[in-house]
Nanobody, 126 residues
Framework: QVQLVESGGGWVQPGGSLRLSCAASGRSISRDVVAWFRQVPGKEREFVAAVFRSGGSIYYADSVKGRFTISRDNARNMVYLQMTNLKQEGTAAYHC???????????????????WGQGTQVTVSS
């Protein structure tokens, strides 16, 4: 079983930037698809970004495309989400997810990922 711990959340003004980190332990996630999702209380957890095992295939939600960048460091067992030009609707708990058996058609589905972190809160407000 893999444990995922997110960090880097906080408060930022609209237009600002934050970098989230996800540290994996327990086993290597180098063969996993890893993703970021976000959730607002009372709403479904929504897909933000995902990266395939080699890091060569990356997918983003339309709402963050061009502003967010997902990356991974398999040597450090880490995943990152660089967020720029943040908007107020970006306020949410951001969760890291990993799955060794995720396929392309399911990459945006939270049900495809068996491993989750507890989340880190991002608040975008003036």
């Amino acid at each position: 079983q893999v444990q995922l711990v997110e960090s880097g959340g906080g408060w930022v003004q609209p237009g600002g930037s934050l970098r989230l980190s996800c540290a994996a332990s327990g086993r290597s996630i180098s063969r996993d698809v890893v993703a970021w999702f976000r959730q607002v209380p009372g709403k479904e957890r929504e897909f933000v970004a995902a990266v395939f095992r080699s890091g060569g295939s990356i997918y983003y939600a339309d709402s963050v495309k061009g502003r967010f960048t997902i990356s991974r460091d398999n040597a450090r067992n880490m995943v990152y989400l660089q967020m720029t030009n943040l908007k107020q609707e970006g306020t949410a708990a951001y969760h890291c997810a990993a799955g060794a058996s995720v396929i392309l058609s399911s990459i945006r589905l939270k049900e495809a990922y068996p491993n989750w972190g507890q989340g880190t809160q991002v608040t975008v407000s003036s």
